[in-house]
């Protein structure tokens, strides 16, 4: 059995779409300002949804909820934390935690993102 796909609701799909393509490699499947739909190497399916839609005037997911990125290496982690903050976001140093090299952040969309190795 393999997960189909997940839903976040964002603050902003567009921003939240073309972040998740440019940094993490998302392939782009079309949307538009209130849906939009993005894969993964494996295929995996991610929706995002206009916080609009479901009526809400503000994102908030619990404090430890995240979606993570998995890179074949500690450089991988650094280059990406690298990137980001050349880029103008708001990311920590990675550092050792849980077994893994990673960083998390709040990502475009208002949730969280960990980036491991």
Do not use: C
């Not at 921003?15 to 782009?28: A, H, I």
């Not at 980001?84 to 849980?98: F, I, N, T």
């Not at 960083?103 to 208002?110: C, H, K, R, S």
Request: net charge negative.
């Amino acid at each position: 059995m393999n997960l189909n796909h997940l839903n976040l609701t964002v603050t902003d799909v567009q921003e939240t779409y073309q972040f998740l393509e440019k940094y993490f490699g998302m392939e782009g499947k079309g949307g538009n300002k209130n849906i939009a739909f993005l894969t993964d190497a494996n295929g995996m399916i991610l929706t995002l949804t206009s916080m609009k839609l479901g009526g809400v005037d503000r994102v908030t997911y619990p404090p430890n909820f995240h979606i993570g990125f998995g890179q074949p290496d500690a450089d991988a982690v650094n280059a990406i934390n690298a990137r980001l903050k050349a880029d103008g976001y708001d990311v920590p140093e990675p550092s050792r935690q849980h077994g893994s090299w990673t960083f998390y952040f709040t990502a475009p969309g208002g949730f969280m993102v960990e980036v491991l190795a």
